[in-house]
């Protein structure tokens, strides 16, 4: 029979805080009533911590590989619960945590017993207390991340999320590659406050050096991926970029494809990614997008998401009055099926609404040619078919269609409205 939850204790040379941890966690445990195990992890001849694991009869590992993270990856790899919860074994982590954490499982994919959200707070030293902080703001900031306590290793996770991914850090970095690693596939992150008490007995693993220079190595990595296409929240983050040039691009896209829709009309968004478009979506719109990991971080935006290739839309011909194609199209090869598609489940007489980079302004050939070198993992790397507005336009007069409206982005990105021949029947009031 599976179980519930994993817990996974690090213990390295913490024999006699773990012969007062694990009762305590163990009645914490059976009162939730659920099916568990506790994992005890260390290493080497640590004599005391494997004595104290077999007296109490939790599963005892021995790591794989040195450090912070080698003891987490080897928890990891064992654990059989649907369900993983991470503590420190120094009683620093008080187990009734846990049953907080439990009975939150389902607001979120990751929660973090948070020492920096209202309500949590932090006994520790004062140096050590801003040290934590500078962290953490450091990481959040500069990843982007809304997460206050990124360097918690008091968590719980869905158990599927870790066990296809590889995390590569040794250290206590470890904690900051999973948060980002998980948010960038577009899983929701929740923190819930903590009263964290410093240890009682023993001394940290943690030396400062080591630790600052494994948490540069690991954040220069984290920052490549953070801005690049491959996080979830690519597109939202954008709209309040700090970069003023992309803000200032994204909001006015947002405000010109926006500025199209009919509120009384559902609308198709095909390759809706995150943009904040999909917020905007009137009433029993869709959201189609082929990336989960979009369409899993695009929940919050309370629309209705299908995931979907825009080569084979799951939906009747006519079915929408209007139709999004936002930055897609130059993604996909021109002998694609994607533009007829959007053809066939736009309803007649109703709007389709196309964005693509117009190759024929030198406008944009310049942008993308300095986007390429300043951005090298943006989306000007996947750009491999180049539209004009020209083609478009007798592309779609060629069908019938009659061009409605053209706007540009700095001359540069294009944005064109087509109305499909024959009579769009109202939604009823």
């Not at 369900?83 to 074994?89: E, F, L, N, R, S």
């Not at 960038?184 to 819930?192: H, K, L, N």
């Not at 533009?339 to 609404?353: F, H, N, Q, Y």
């Not at 944005?415 to 499909?420: M, P, S």
Request: glycine share 8%; with cysteine; aromatic share 10%.
């Amino acid at each position: 029979m599976a179980l519930d939850l994993s817990v996974i204790l690090p213990a390295l040379n913490e024999g006699p805080n773990l012969a007062v941890l694990i009762p305590q966690l163990r009645r914490v445990l059976d009162e939730l009533g659920i099916r568990y195990e506790i994992l005890v992890v260390t290493r080497g001849p640590d004599h005391q911590t494997q004595e104290v694991a077999v007296r109490e009869g939790v599963r005892l590992l021995e790591q794989q590989e040195p450090g912070y993270g080698g003891a987490l990856r080897s928890g990891f790899s064992a654990a059989q619960g649907e369900h993983i919860v991470t503590m420190d074994a120094d009683l620093s982590h008080h187990p009734n945590v846990v049953r907080d954490l439990w009975r939150e499982r389902g607001s979120a994919e990751v929660l973090i017993a948070s020492r920096y959200v209202p309500g949590g707070s932090a006994r520790m030293p004062f140096l050590r207390y801003v040290l934590s902080r500078v962290l953490n703001r450091f990481f959040a900031r500069g990843l982007s991340l809304p997460i206050r306590d990124l360097s918690s290793g008091f968590r719980l996770y869905q158990a599927r999320l870790l066990r296809n991914q590889t995390f590569t850090a040794r250290d206590f970095d470890i904690l900051q590659e999973i948060l980002v690693r998980l948010y960038a596939e577009g899983w929701r992150v929740r923190e819930i406050p903590f009263e964290y008490e410093p240890r009682l007995g023993g001394t940290s693993n943690a030396r400062v050096l080591p630790f600052g220079i494994a948490y540069m190595r690991t954040f220069g990595k984290l920052w490549k991926l953070r801005n690049s296409v491959e996080s979830a929240d690519y597109d939202d983050r954008a709209h309040d970029s700090v970069v003023p040039l992309q803000r200032y691009w994204q909001r006015k896209r947002y405000e010109h494809v926006v500025g199209f829709f009919d509120p009384a009309q559902p609308v198709l968004d095909v390759g809706c990614g995150s943009s904040r478009i999909i917020k905007a979506l009137p009433r029993a719109s869709v959201a189609v997008d082929v990336l989960l990991r979009k369409l899993r971080y695009a929940r919050r935006f309370g629309c209705s998401l299908v995931w979907a290739s825009g080569f084979n839309l799951p939906f009747a011909d006519g079915s929408f009055p209007s139709v999004v194609c936002s930055q897609v199209i130059e993604h996909v090869p021109r002998d694609s099926p994607i533009l007829s598609e959007l053809c066939r489940v736009l309803a007649p007489g109703g709007r389709l609404i196309l964005g693509t980079p117009d190759y024929d302004r030198f406008e944009w050939v310049a942008i993308e040619a300095v986007y390429a070198r300043v951005a090298p993992g943006g989306y000007a790397d996947e750009h491999i078919t180049h539209y004009t507005r020209r083609e478009l336009v007798d592309y779609f007069q060629a069908r019938g269609y009659t061009l409605e409206a053209t706007r540009y982005i700095l001359r540069a990105e294009l944005i064109i409205v087509v109305r499909k021949p024959g009579e769009l029947r109202r939604a009823s009031a």
